[in-house]
Every structure is written in C-alpha cells, then in structure tokens.
Nanobody, 117 residues
Framework: QVQLVESGGALVQAGGSLRLSCAASGFSFRTYTMSWYRQAPGKERELVATIAAVVPGQIRYGNSVRGRFTISRDNARNMLYLQMDSLSPEDTAEYFC?????????WGQGTQVTVHA
C-alpha cells in the first residue's frame, strides 16, 4: 500500500533553515508528481510546492514560499525533499507529503515545523 513518511520537522529560530524529507513506498514513485502541503492551526491546508515526475521537470511553489523554499526529489531513492530557508513564524505548520494516484490522494502523517521569533 502507499506509504509516505515525513521527517525533519523541528523547532527553529526565525531566519533559520530546515530540510524536510519524505520516504515513499508502495507505488511507482518515479511516475507521479509529488507535493508538499502544510496546515497551520485554524487554517486550511495549503499547497507549498509541487514537482513533476521527471527530473528536471515542472516545479511550482505557493506564493508565500516562492524564493525561500526548494522542492526536489531523488527517484532512485524514492525520496522527496523540501529545503526551507529564511524561515519566519508564519511558516509554522504541520507539513505533509502527498501524491495523487487517481482517484485518491494520499498523505503522510506530517512533520511539525515551528518557527519562533
């Protein structure tokens, strides 16, 4: 079955950096577009970044993270990454790795990122 396991979340000071990882299994990772989402308390889940299956491929970022975050993938290792730089308290959220394999969308359990001023 599809499994997505995120790691790398932590408590970090504003201006700092973190690298999130997502280990994928149970599907043909290299075939699918992968995404990072995040959800802050009391807010809707929002798209952070998306990367196409083929590298180099199309990459899209949410407006709030463009220029600060970098999504990447390693198809040989079935790994998805999110490099987060210049973090601010507004980036505090649970971060989720996700893949859409029609008709379903699958999610990991999430990893918490907390940025303090």
């Amino acid at each position: 079955q599809v499994q997505l396991v995120e790691s790398g979340g932590a408590l970090v000071q504003a201006g700092g950096s973190l690298r999130l990882s997502c280990a994928a299994s149970g599907f043909s990772f290299r075939t699918y577009t992968m995404s990072w989402y995040r959800q802050a308390p009391g807010k809707e889940r929002e798209l952070v970044a998306t990367i196409a299956a083929v590298v180099p491929g199309q990459i899209r970022y949410g407006n709030s993270v463009r220029g600060r975050f970098t999504i990447s993938r390693d198809n040989a290792r079935n790994m998805l990454y999110l490099q987060m730089d210049s973090l601010s308290p507004e980036d505090t959220a649970e971060y989720f790795c996700s893949v859409r394999i029609p008709p379903a969308r699958f999610w990991g359990q999430g990893t918490q990122v907390t940025v303090h001023a």
